[in-house]
């Protein structure tokens, strides 16, 4: 019997070795993908610039011939052409750890035209060439937003604020000006047509804090002064001048991220006035636009999970599609393109389920293939598809990936992946390594997009206003039936996991319902009361709760975890960074004691120095195995 027994553990053992070895490999793989930050055209339509990380930025005519690899780390999020269209601005290493702003000729080599010492981004030439602008935090500790690691709170605590200014440098003295005031965060900026102003999106005190509360401001850029024209009722986001210098127009919505930009589209007179929404009943999410004439706006939009660009009138307010898709298709964070002078030529990161993202370049719709960094990689998992499904009154979309081997004798378990925001979607992308991973072993993976979501129209956006957990959670669960309707799944098998706003749902979810064999929280919020006193950015909840916690308690009661933490089952492991300051580690160790009080079966893995967003390869990696490792111990039969 021992030889026996010894035997079965000897060859469990192999499968679970060669089991690993085949994920490692697979990670492998899809490590090599490439990730692209941005590309943007020239306003001659003639050169398209990208940047790829961990490779630099490369130029090349927009028939992908005489290419250029600018020497650099790939990490610029903005590329900016001169109004020429003869030079290209980005920001690279200049050395010290010290990100600087660079120029290169078209066919020359890069010039360092700043010598600051802090962070700075989004470069912006001025109408007549001579200068350029950006965004500046004078000897800054660390990167903007509070996606990244926050400074370790020992000590005596005290709030430091980092304002975040534009500065202009002049290309032909090198020479530095500072042109918005010392107490103002500036957040996104643009120039007017004549170079005498510009418009910027901006709040004072805490730049990670503060958005929420942003106005639209106009600022004079001789004087360094500001004025504000409007504020919002929401949020808003990337302020553009109207060619003719007449109008700005911007986004305006409920927005959880900065940076996570959805609403609908709003245009102001310049000089002040009232703001007029010309996409009032729009049932999709407008994520960036341009002017491509003084009444002409093309934006990009999320439009039930697929991306869309769309040209619209802005005094009729008619609109025309040009190109819809079941794919991705950015210019940088969000979906849309970057549009030469013509309005039709246009660059674009496209991704899908089925291809690797890549740059493409002509008309819009009618791109073609410029780099070919993915162009060898192949699909290694199964198809996806859209589902749609009625929840209450609304309309509700997902996408649902189908594991990569298929028996149609077999039922299959099933992991939600809920995203995060809860203002943002999950769109038809390449898939990052832990879905890939989970559909080659053998899951189907859904990905709903509740209310809440981008995609649907701000009334979607809007519908869990003060009712976290409860619409969104009955619309994740009459998605999980609609896929099994139509899908051979084993509805005995659901996992759930999510990391964020889908951390939190993944812990409020098992909270509600035993119908999850396993669950995964990533960076969640298990008690609103005291998250609220522990985040760095606690003026997001506001829009949403409709009070501080300390003005309304029970608003915040009613949808925490923690609230309802007796009626857990479900085993649950918990992942979060060390120095996470949008959803602080102290949340997941309260989950995390609780489940261990009430003897439910739990795990918590803090990762050392990592922020909100997860940065270094062997976390993520650390991620993705401990993922698939905890669903494959309680939902697979073998």
């Not at 469990?12 to 697979?26: C, G, K, W």
């Not at 004087?223 to 024209?229: C, E, G």
Request: charged content about 20%.
């Amino acid at each position: 019997m021992r030889r026996i027994a010894f035997a079965v553990l000897f060859l469990a053992a192999s499968f679970v070795h060669a089991q690993q070895q085949r994920d490692d490999a697979l990670l492998d793989d899809l490590d090599r993908v490439r990730t692209f930050n941005a590309v943007a055209i020239s306003p001659d339509g003639k050169h398209v610039a990208w940047s790829v990380q961990g490779i630099g930025v490369t130029t090349a005519t927009t028939a992908g011939m005489d290419v250029h690899l600018l020497p650099g780390d790939g990490d610029d999020h903005y590329l900016a052409w001169s109004p020429d269209s003869q030079s290209l601005a980005t920001v690279g290493d200049g050395g010290k750890d010290q990100r600087q702003i660079f120029v290169t000729h078209v066919g020359g080599s890069p010039v360092r035209v700043t010598n600051v010492r802090g962070y700075l981004a989004e470069p912006q030439w001025s109408p007549d060439g001579k200068s350029i602008a950006f965004l500046f935090i004078e000897n800054a500790a660390r990167a903007a937003g509070p996606l990244v690691a926050m400074s370790r709170a020992v000590g005596a605590i005290e709030e430091h604020i980092d304002e975040q200014r534009v500065a202009i440098v002049d290309l032909a003295t090198k020479k530095l000006r500072i042109v918005t005031p010392a107490d103002m965060y500036v957040y996104h900026f643009g120039w007017s047509p004549d170079g005498k102003q510009m418009v910027a999106e901006a709040a004072p005190g805490s730049g990670d804090n503060n958005y929420w509360i942003a106005k639209l401001h106009v600022v004079d850029v001789s004087s360094s002064t500001t004025r504000p024209i409007y504020t919002p009722q929401l949020q808003l986001a990337e302020p553009r001048w109207s060619p003719d210098g007449k109008s700005i127009a911007f986004i305006e919505g409920l927005m959880s991220d900065e940076g996570s930009t959805g609403g609908d589209l709003f245009v102001i007179p310049a000089a002040g006035g009232a703001a007029r929404n010309i996409t009032p009943d729009l049932k999709a999410s407008v994520t960036s636009f341009a002017w491509t004439a003084s009444d002409r706006i093309t934006f990009g939009e999320d439009v039930a999970g697929e991306s869309a660009i769309v040209r619209i009138d802005t005094n009729s307010s008619s609109m025309e599609t040009l190109w819809r898709g079941e794919e991705l298709v950015t210019s940088h964070d969000v979906i849309g393109a970057s549009l030469a002078n013509d309005g039709v030529t246009s660059a674009v990161i496209r991704s899908s389920f089925k291809s690797a993202p890549d740059v493409w370049a002509g008309r819009i719709g009618d791109w073609k293939r410029v780099s070919t960094t993915n162009a060898s990689v192949r699909a290694t998992w199964g198809e996806a598809r859209s589902i749609r499904w009625k929840s209450d009154a609304f309309d509700v979309q997902g996408w649902l990936l189908a594991p990569a081997q298929m028996d149609a004798a077999r039922k299959y378990p099933l992991i939600v992946w809920i995203h995060g925001g809860p203002a943002s979607a999950s769109l038809a992308k390449w898939p990052d390594n832990r879905a890939a991973l989970l559909s080659r072993r053998g899951y189907y993976v859904f990905f709903p997009n509740p209310r809440g979501s981008y995609g649907q129209g701000e009334a979607f956006t809007r519908a869990n206003v003060k009712d976290f957990g409860y619409g969104d959670l009955r619309d994740v669960m009459s998605g999980i039936d609609a896929a099994a309707a139509s899908n051979p799944i084993d509805t005995a098998r659901l996992g759930i996991w999510g990391w964020s706003y889908g951390g939190y749902m993944t812990m409020w979810t098992v909270t509600q319902t035993t119908r999850f064999k396993a669950a995964v929280a990533g960076a969640g919020i298990a008690n609103w009361q005291s998250y609220y006193g522990e985040n760095d950015i606690d003026a997001w909840m506001i829009p949403y709760f409709g009070a501080s916690v300390y003005d309304d308690p029970a608003v915040y009661a009613r949808s925490a975890p923690i609230t309802f933490v007796k009626n857990i089952k479900t085993p649950t492991l918990m992942l979060v960074g060390e120095r996470d300051g949008e959803c602080p580690a102290p949340q997941s160790f309260e989950f995390w004691h609780a489940l261990k009080t009430l003897g439910v079966e739990t795990q918590l893995v803090v990762y050392p120095d990592e922020g909100h967003r997860i940065a270094k390869k062997e976390h993520q990696r650390d991620i993705a195995r401990r993922l698939v490792g905890w669903f494959d111990s309680h939902l697979k039969t073998h």
